[in-house]
């Protein structure tokens, strides 16, 4: 069975970068699939910000412009969001996900 | 971007009987390999987002039959028959056909 599990700080002070890690078991980044980071915002809003591939191209929302990057570890079979230059409109709990698994998300709240 | 919209917002129900939800795009949802990206999810309280029907119609894996999707084009339809308990929470839509990937609003399913 594929699990995702995030981690990383709950709380980013404005204009500093978000850091989350995605740590899949049961299957093989490589092997196939969209890793995707998706946000939910309070009030219920939900944004999927990007993905990288199994072969490891990446494709992102331009809403985010150049704030965002997805990377790899395929020998921890790990992957990672980094957004840039948060704001508290970037308060939110991230979920990483294929389509069919995700994973139980972690609130980040940006605020100084 | 893709604009879902998805309706209605909160729909209540009576346990046993059977519930709706409507999910338009601004524009066609084919792609161009003739697939119709267009997915439900229902998120309970507490927990992530699950897929539950993927590509229109296709139920994923452990889903009761009494969830059916349909539609085409532009227009699409969740049906929840028999409405149990555990069915309660927030059923959303997602477009994966164009890029950014979009969400539907939400539509909250409770108890009449």
């Known amino acids: 069975e594929i699990q995702l599990q995030e981690s990383g700080p709950g709380l980013v002070k404005p204009s500093q970068s978000l850091s989350l890690t995605c740590s899949v078991t049961?299957?093989?980044?490589?092997?196939?699939?969209?890793w995707s980071w998706i946000r939910k915002f309070p009030g219920n809003k939900m944004e999927w910000m990007g993905y990288i591939s199994y072969s490891g191209s990446t494709n992102y929302n331009p809403s985010l412009k150049s704030r965002i990057s997805i990377t790899r570890d395929t020998s921890k079979n790990q992957f990672f969001l980094q957004l840039n230059s948060v704001t508290t409109e970037d308060t939110a709990t991230y979920y990483c996900?294929?389509?069919?698994?995700w994973g139980q998300g972690v609130m980040v709240t940006v605020s100084s | 971007d893709v604009v879902m919209t998805q309706t209605p917002v909160s729909l209540p129900v009576s346990l046993g009987g059977q519930a709706s939800i409507s999910c338009r795009s601004s524009q066609s949802l084919v792609h161009s390999n003739g697939n119709t990206y267009l997915h439900w999810y229902l998120q309970k309280p507490g927990q992530s987002p699950q897929l539950l029907i993927y590509r229109v119609s296709n139920r994923f894996s452990g889903v009761p039959d009494r969830f059916s999707g349909s539609g085409s084009g532009t227009d699409f339809t969740l049906k929840i028959s028999r409405v149990e308990p555990e069915d309660l929470g927030d059923y959303y839509c997602?477009?994966?056909?164009?890029?950014?990937?979009?969400f539907g609003g939400g539509t909250k399913l409770e108890l009449k």
């Open positions: 997602l477009q994966s056909t164009h890029f950014p990937w979009t």
């Open positions: 996900a294929t389509l069919s698994y």
């Open positions: 049961g299957y093989t980044i490589t092997s196939g699939y969209d």
